[in-house]
């Protein structure tokens, strides 16, 4: 694998809260276009990598390189410049919006006009937001959302909320794309749909700057990360237990033992088998 296309690095990442070490010794080198899945049992240390990921937490220790340029210590503002977007475990849309207004809030970083040239409705601003009202419907029929703009965020069922953060993610134009337990709440066809959704993404959604759009998913349903990622990261209690390609994933006996093959699980070692 040629450095670069190593669009995102991350070295020997530590994260503790007091006493509690949530990640540790964390090691990634993400290449351009990678579906990276990352899967473990809850309080695996999967959120945390993401919050250091979007500059929300700053590691204890170790490093984190962004095309090129390391980014760690910086604020959320510098992973979101250098083409970081996520969503969250915990659906965060603004609930009274509506669908095509959620997304806005995405593409306005990227395209608004400035608040002035909206107030007084100078042409140029108007023009901006039919442009951004497309781009806004665009996205939503990527996410499988055609025709719901209007409608009220937090009218929408569940699993329709977690696409709506989808297309406002994607709506900052990212390079790295961070989804965190996207198909929860999902019934099975609205999570084979989502895997389909997320697959045409991976093939023809492009950032800002051209590129196609590296993604990070933390995933407890195995049909989900075993037929969409190319690469499957373990993680058991802060430390990276395997790092594989999915049939390598299924494979190996550690993972079994630590995650897939436990009782407690058995629903997720029956949707690998
Ligand atoms: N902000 C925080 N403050 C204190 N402890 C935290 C915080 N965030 C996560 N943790 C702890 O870190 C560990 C990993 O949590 P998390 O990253 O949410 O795991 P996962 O997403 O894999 O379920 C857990 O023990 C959790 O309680
Ligand atoms: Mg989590």
């Not at 220790?61 to 083409?83: C, K, M, N, Q």
Request: proline residues 4%; charged residues 20%; aromatic residues 4%.
């Amino acid at each position: 694998m040629s450095t670069d296309s190593i669009i995102l690095g991350v070295r020997d990442l530590s994260k503790s809260f007091g006493g509690v070490t949530a990640i540790s010794g964390w090691c990634l080198d993400l290449a351009r276009g990678e579906i990276l899945g990352m899967i473990g049992p809850n309080g695996a240390g999967k959120t945390t990598a993401f919050n250091l990921l979007t500059g929300v937490l700053a590691p204890s220790s170790g490093r984190i390189v962004l095309h090129g340029r390391d980014l760690t210590g910086s604020g959320p503002e510098a992973f979101a410049r250098g083409g970081i977007s996520r969503t969250f475990q915990n659906i965060r849309l603004f609930q009274d919006l509506s669908v095509w207004e959620n997304v806005a809030v995405g593409l306005h970083m990227h395209e608004g006009p400035g608040w002035i040239a909206t107030v007084i409705g100078l042409p140029s601003a108007r023009r901006r937001e039919r442009t951004i009202r497309e781009k806004a419907e665009a996205l939503l029929e990527t996410v499988g959302l055609a025709g719901m703009g209007s409608r009220r965020a937090g009218d929408l069922p569940y699993g329709l909320q977690r696409k709506v953060e989808i297309a406002r993610a994607l709506a900052t134009g990212p390079s790295v794309l961070l989804l965190d337990e996207p198909a929860a709440g999902m019934n099975p066809s609205e999570t084979a749909h989502l895997t389909e959704t997320l697959r045409a993404i991976a093939r023809a959604a492009r950032s800002h700057a051209g590129e196609p759009v590296t993604m990070v998913v933390v995933e407890h349903d195995m049909r989900l990360v075993m037929s969409l990622c190319t690469r499957v990261q373990v993680l058991d209690r802060g430390v990276l237990l395997a790092d594989g390609a999915p049939a390598e994933i299924q494979r190996d006996e550690r993972v079994i033992a630590a995650y897939l093959g436990s009782g407690r699980k058995k629903d997720r070692a029956d949707a690998v088998a």
